[in-house]
């Protein structure tokens, strides 16, 4: 209850300022506690809505009149999280910022509180039961459908639980909801061949029974308002892989036959193209989807070769958003930057005295390895740094520079501060997105080798041995 306080202390807040004559008003505000940022900002899809500062009390709010009514999402860098709006709505969040507890602190308030919850609640269910249907992946396939539905299921009846309850929630509200359960549990469908496979062990695609699938048949491939959430988005990306794949196999294959076949990763890429293309006619559903194909293949092919420059030719016939074409170009040009023999990509960190530094004069005259880390992964963090005190001890004529992501620069140094860390050859970005970009962090487990100032292997990793000459 105590931490349901302040919560009624701010709902009265705002609903004290709400005309109720005005309908269509929608009032957005909240408390953050530990904040990672001075901003709060509102996305309707991929667009900025609108912006708001916290006051010195760390609060925050936004009026906003005619909106489209939906999904939306709020950022509060480095970090975000969905929030469902209807006219006439006054919703209220608290939350604790700090990178481990900004999901699970998140409370909704207010109008439409109840599907706001359940849907933050589904989010960190899914988060948490990973690992059980991690293990069911070995079953044979009626018995994984047993146990899929079953968790499917009982979301569901939760989900007609709060139906009852809550007679004044929208059908529209009701099918946002319904959704967060529904794509994570065929999202799982799609993913068994391939993980029974891996876990397993065994030679081939397990056989499916024609029911396996059976959800597909209602499925709705061209939803606009769940273009953006990310259970349907994560479905659809790993439904047409499926897709792409089983008919390369069917379709492509040599003489040989399907299973003796190595299809080629241009081809495959090429063809899940085709196959959205034919299937999705919603146009930023169809260009978002091209895009993270593009992005995929272009960091897992990691090299700047004409099988990417053909590919890209290909996305840039498809794809109508100029933005993303722009974007795509931008990271072939900075893989580009980062191969053999290249000078380090221009960029700047901070030491701990704030002394800004490029990457050039850090690894000037030296052979250096920059590694990178953030606070809220703390596994990683525990591992990367035993992984390169290891290193240390066996490579002592080379220099390991940390560079930390997506952390506040008092988190950061804090941090360090908690664990006795050694900060001479620790270095913070302060704009994490173009360090990300420019550096190519697609894991915290990649490091850059390089040599007098230039790059000796761009996509390295530092579970790799360090090959420095």
Same mark, same amino acid.
């Given at each position: ?16 300022? *709400?005309?109720?004559?005005?309908k ?26 609108? =912006?708001a ?9 936004? @009026?906003? *009149?005619?909106?489209?009514?939906? $999904? ?9 999280q +969905? ?25 909704f ?14 989010f960190?269910? +899914? ?7 991690? =293990? ?24 007609? &639980? ?9 059908? @529209? ?17 799609? @993913?068994?061949?391939?993980? !029974?496979?891996? #876990? ?7 056989? $499916? ?5 059976? #959800?597909r *048949? ?9 273009? +953006?959430?990310?259970?349907? +988005?994560?479905?659809?990306?790993? !439904?047409? /892989? ?11 294959? &040599? ?12 081809? !495959?890429?090429? !063809?899940?193209? =085709? ?14 989807l091209f ?12 090299e ?33 930057? $980062? ?14 005295? /704030?002394?800004?530094?490029t990457?050039?004069? $850090? ?10 880390? &953030? ?19 066996e ?11 997506? &952390? ?9 501060a ?8 620790? #270095?913070?970005?302060?704009?994490f ?25 761009g ?11």
């Amino acid at each position: 209850m105590n931490r349901l306080l302040p919560l009624l202390f701010l709902w009265g807040l705002v609903a004290c300022k *709400k005309d109720k004559t005005d309908k269509d008003l929608v009032f957005f505000a909240g408390e953050i506690v530990n904040p990672s940022s001075q901003h709060v900002v509102l996305y309707k899809n991929n667009e900025v809505v609108d =912006s708001a500062a916290l006051d010195p009390n760390n609060r925050f709010a936004f @009026k906003l *009149k005619n909106i489209d009514e939906g $999904l939306y999402h709020f950022n509060h860098a480095p970090q975000y999280q +969905y929030v469902y709006l209807e006219k006439g709505d006054s919703v209220l969040i608290r939350l604790n910022a700090t990178p481990s507890y900004f999901d699970e602190s998140l409370v909704f308030s207010g109008s439409n509180e109840e599907v706001n919850n359940f849907m933050i609640e589904m989010f960190l269910t +899914y988060e948490d039961e990973d690992p059980l249907v991690r =293990s069911f992946y070995s079953l044979p396939p009626a018995d994984f459908s047993k146990k899929i539905d079953s968790l499917k299921e009982m979301k569901l009846a939760e989900l007609k &639980t709060l139906t009852v309850n809550n007679a004044n929630l929208t059908d @529209k509200a009701m099918a946002m909801a319904k959704a967060a359960v529904l794509y994570n549990s065929y999202l799982y469908k799609e @993913k068994y061949p391939f993980y !029974h496979k891996k #876990y397993t062990g065994e030679n081939t695609l397990h056989n $499916l029974s024609d029911d396996f699938y059976d #959800y597909r *048949k209602t499925l709705d491939l061209n939803n606009e308002e769940l273009s +953006y959430f990310r259970p349907y +988005y994560d479905f659809l990306k790993f !439904h047409f /892989g499926n897709l792409s794949y089983m008919a390369c196999h069917k379709e492509c294959a &040599t003489e040989e036959g399907a299973e003796t076949t190595t299809l080629t990763r241009l081809h !495959h890429n090429k !063809h899940k193209l =085709s196959i959205i293309d034919s299937i999705v006619v919603e146009e930023k559903l169809r260009n978002n989807l091209f895009r993270n194909i593009a992005m995929d293949y272009l960091l897992k092919e990691h090299e700047a070769s004409e099988s990417c420059r053909d590919f890209i030719r290909e996305f840039e016939e498809l794809c109508t958003n100029p933005a993303y074409v722009t974007e795509i170009n931008d990271l072939y040009g900075n893989i580009k930057s $980062l191969q053999a023999e290249n000078t380090l990509p221009e960029l700047t960190v901070q030491c701990v005295q /704030g002394i800004p530094k490029t990457l050039s004069e $850090l690894a000037k005259d030296r052979k250096t390895v920059f590694y990178f880390w &953030t606070a809220d992964r703390k596994r990683h963090f525990r591992n990367a740094t035993n992984r390169i005190n290891k290193l240390e001890q066996e490579y002592p004529d080379i220099q390991f520079i940390g560079i930390n992501l997506k &952390t506040g620069n008092d988190e950061w140094q804090k941090l360090m501060a908690e664990k006795n860390m050694n900060t001479k050859n620790q #270095y913070w970005a302060s704009d994490f997105e173009m360090a990300q970009k420019k550096l190519i962090v697609d894991n915290l487990n990649k490091c850059i080798l390089a040599k007098d100032a230039k790059v000796v292997n761009g996509f390295s990793n530092i579970y790799q041995p360090v090959a420095i000459e």
